[in-house]
Each structure stands twice: as C-alpha cells, then as structure tokens.
C-alpha cells in the first residue's frame, strides 16, 4: 500500500520540518475528510492482502467505525461518512474529526505486517557465508 | 559425580543464575537441552493455558520472529519442539554439539522475550490447539484415560490435559493473559534446565551469561501458575458416548514419582504382573492379563502406573470392539482378584520384578522420558533419579506386598470410565467393583 513519500527526506531536516509542517496541516485539513468524519488511515485502499489482514488484527473494539444509516428515528445513528457523502453535506464543526484525534489505528499493523513480508522475502534469498 | 558404576546415568546437579541445572556427560556429536517448567494442565489457571504456552513456545519473541528462529534452526541442523504433560510443560532442543550456545540463548529468549501477540495467538496457536483437540478426543483411549484422572482426582490432576471441544476456553485466552501466566511459568524458581552432551560442563557457563535476566515471578494476578494443594484420590465411574471407539479404563490409586512419598514400588511389580501387552513378538507373554484375553482378537490391554509429583494412578486400559471389551473387562477383574488371593506363581512375580525394574531404568536413560522426569524432579523438589535406589526399591518387593497392592485396590473405591458404545459396556456393579 506504501507510495513513494519524501516524508523521511523531510522529518530528517529540523529546519524543514519547521517549514513544512504547518503546509502539511494546512494540506490535510483543506483535503476535507476530517469533516465528514474520517480519519487518515480510513482513507488506505482496502482492496490488498496486507490491509485485509491488517483489518482483522485491528483490536475488537477499533474494528468496526460507525456505518449505521443516519435516521432522526434510529436511536444512537449519527450521519456517517457514507451518508454524509451521499447527501453532499458536511457534519457540524463539533462533530468533525479534531487534529489530535487523526491518529494511525492501522497503519502500525500495516507497517508490521510490510516487515514480516520482507523478512520472509529476504530470509528465502539468503546466502550463507561462513 | 559420573562414578564407576555407573558412568553415564547420573545427572550433575547444580544451580546458575538461580536456575536449576542438570546435567549429564555423554559422548558423541550431538547434546540436548530441555527447558522443563511447572505449569502443566494441573498447574493452569484456566482451561487451556498449557496448551497455549507449549504452541507459543518458538514463537516470535522481542528480539527474533518466529520465521527468523526457524529458518536459523534449519540452518543449525537442530531439531526444536515443545509439549506439555499434566504437570510440566517441556521445551526440548536438539543439536551438533557445538551449537550449544546458541540454544540455549534461544531457550531463555522464549522464556523471557516472547511476545505473545494476539494476532498469532488467533492466526497459528488457536488453530494447532484445534488440531490437538481433534487427535486427542478422536482417540478413545486419551478420552478414557482423561476422564479417569478426572474422575479420580476432580480439580487439579485431574484437569483434562487438553480441553475438549465443548469447552469454552476461548473466553479465558488472549495475549495479555498468556504473557502473564508465563512470567510466572517460566519464572527462575518454577524451571528446571536438562542438558545431556559431550560438552555439558560448558552449560553451567552458558546458562548464566543467558539465563540471568529470567523472570523471578510475576505480579499478583489471577493469571498465576495455581498453588499445588495436594492431591486426594476421590474415584467413581464415568460414561462417555463416543463414535470414535471403544475404551474401557479400571484405575487405582497408583505410586507416585520415585524420590517422592508416595512412591511404592510394589504398584509398579503389579503393573508389569497384569500386563497385557507383550514386550515379546509373537508370544502373548506371562502376563496375567494377556493370558486371561486371550481368547478376544479385537482388543488390546495395557496396564501402566501413571506415577506424578504428590500420587499416581494405577490404570488398566482395554480397548478395541465393544463386545470384547465389555466381556473381557470381567476377566481382567477375576485376574486382579487372582492376584489378591496370592494365586499367582512365584516365578511370574519373579518375571514382573525383573520387567518393572528394565521398565524404570530404561525410562530414566531414555532421552524423552529420562529429560522431563529428571526435570520434574527438580521443579517438584523430590530427589533426582537415582538408578541405583529405584533397582534396589523393586528389588525389595516381596510377593506379600504386591498381594496386598492388588487387596487395597479391590477394596478401596475404585475408577471406571466406559467411553464410546456405552450400550454394551459395563457399569462398576457388573465387574464387582465398587466405585
């Protein structure tokens, strides 16, 4: 899932980073999908291996983000991003998801499973030197 | 220690980085190495939990993942694995002789450093437990033989050894929990190493460069490796509808383990007497049970004493076609009677003494028996085996003694568990035995 990213070049560089990061905040903000309720790691394409199995090790309670249909007569609904995108509306600045709460939830497990893979390529092609 | 008499069947006992070592010189090219910790299904804290530490042992760790220490292993030439019995759970390690370092570096590496991640524990170790249920309770006889022990000794002992599929042992199970059981399982105090091998003199050294940063127990939780309450023999009967097969187990309170109070040598001259299994091709042997089935072609007996740390159980097991098995049990039931009455020729106790003294002494030289009886011996606090008092102990045994083992037994209360086509097998009342 892992696109080419100047992220490292960037955190590397102090002075840049310092200069980037409210360009960044900027950027991810105006990319608009922490107003209809998403958080970044939402947004990984789901259609590989990887994510699927890293969608099965996610904790029971962080498994599963809230999809009920938004009704005024379903108790505990909220308008999700679904119907908030199909509706072409914005939910209200309360309910939006804050900076700090775009945390990575499955981008670690990601990352965990990316390495495993990579061990187990690099340890079928090992060469034993004595 | 390795005197004249006996050059190779002692084991050196000492202690490095406050862990219990034992080890035994023994020439060649490869050696051994066995970790064995008290925490066998007796010990567990909720159903399951052994099974769970042996199926996690090998498994990835803080330092190496579960791949890493495979592949390394096969490049080694070594052979690892891991069981579990009622009152231990064993890692063994097998190796060329030189590697030794490096395994036992791996060995306190699962002790200390496993990580008990849930993602395995649901993905490889709740499957191969699965799979371990599946070959246990399609055997007739490992369901007999469970169930006997928990007939016999209710909690404890008498936990089964794996859980059976209905049990609802998942709930208990998860990483956090393992991770707690084993920093009280493998703690300094609750594990014994065994090392046999050219080099074993080097263990020590080894042993306390890697072992030292093993755990000394855990914080107070309900995940602990339970308290031993001495074990109390209870007995009765169990029926268990099988499609599997048919078994039919008859217990006694057994010896238990040499070296420990309980230990009667003469349960072990009995147990060889009755027999049933041949140790001999082609010949059903002296044995009395052998000669008392004699006629039944489909079904095989076997007499053993299953012998633990605090008691033993004493068992008969029959099994085969369940018309045969219900009428032999009768006979096996008028052999032990026999043998009570003292209608039993001097000359056959003379064959049983020689066969349970081989049986004892090979089992302790055995690698696979010798490595987690020698370690349980450590843990458990008993004396270490000594060839020469378990020689002289079945020695001993006089006609006398094993006439009186086989009156107690009839007398006392006994076990008898009937597993598969229950229709056709027999209740205590019918063989005459009062459970």
Known sequence: MSAPSITNYIVKRPWLKRWMTPLAQWYTDAAGYRRIGLKADDLIPEESEVVQ?????????????????????????????????????????????????????????????????????????????? | MATAANPTFQYDVSETA???????????????????????????????????????????????????????????????????????????????????????????????????????????????????????????????????????????????????????????????????????????????????????????????QFFAGLSTGGAASQYKVQPTAASKYFGGEQRIPSKAGNAVVIAFPGSSAFGTAGYKAEASVLAALLGGESSIKYTPGFSLLSK??????????????????????????????????????????????????????????????????FRALESVQTLETGLEATGSGLVHGSKPYQIGEIAQAIEGVSEQQVKEVAKSFLSGKATLVSVGDVHQLPYAEDLGLSA
């Open chain 2, 292 to 357: 008392a089935t004699e006629g039944f072609s489909q079904l095989t007996v076997s007499t053993k004493n299953i012998s633990y740390s605090d008691a033993g159980l004493f068992t008969i097991t029959l099994s085969g076609a369940a018309g045969q098995v219900g009428t032999a049990s009768k006979n096996v039931v008028d052999a032990l009677k026999k043998a009570a009455a003292g209608e039993v020729s001097s000359e056959d106790i003379k064959k049983a003494t020689a066969l349970a003294k």
């Open chain 2, 18 to 208: 406050g862990v219990k070592v034992a080890n035994r010189e023994v020439n060649g090219a490869t050696g051994t190495l066995a970790l064995v910790a008290k925490a066998g299904s007796r010990y567990q804290p909720f159903p399951g939990f052994s099974d769970a530490l042996e199926k996690f042992a090998f498994k990835s760790t803080a330092k190496r993942s579960a791949l890493r220490i495979t592949r390394e292993v096969e490049l080694l030439g070594g052979e690892i694995s891991s069981t579990h019995s009622r009152e231990n759970v064993v890692l063994r390690t097998k190796f060329l002789a030189n590697d030794l370092p490096y395994f036992t570096e791996l060995l306190a590496e699962v002790a200390s450093q496993t990580k008990f991640t849930d993602h395995e524990l649901h993905e490889v170790v709740s499957d191969l437990l699965k799979y371990q249920q599946q070959a246990v309770y399609s055997n007739p006889e490992a369901v007999a033989i469970d169930a006997a022990h928990g007939v016999a000794f209710h909690r404890g002992l008498g936990s089964p050894i794996t859980p059976s599929q209905s049990t609802p042992y998942e709930k208990y199970l998860s990483g956090d929990a393992l991770a707690q059981f084993a920093q009280d399982a493998y703690a300094k105090s609750n594990v014994a190493l065994v090392a046999t091998g050219p080099n074993s003199a080097e263990v020590s050294k080894w042993v306390g």
């Open chain 1, 53 to 130: 199995t890293a969608i099965k090790r996610l904790p029971p309670q962080g498994g599963l983000r809230p999809c009920l249909p938004y009704s005024p007569r379903i108790p505990g609904s909220s308008p999700t991003p679904f119907t908030c995108s199909i509706s072409h509306t914005l939910l209200p600045a309360e309910e939006q998801i804050k900076p700090h709460e775009d945390v990575e939830y499955l981008s670690p497990i990601i990352r965990e499973i990316e390495a495993a893979n990579k061990e187990r390529e690099d340890l079928d092609h090992l060469t034993v030197r004595k």
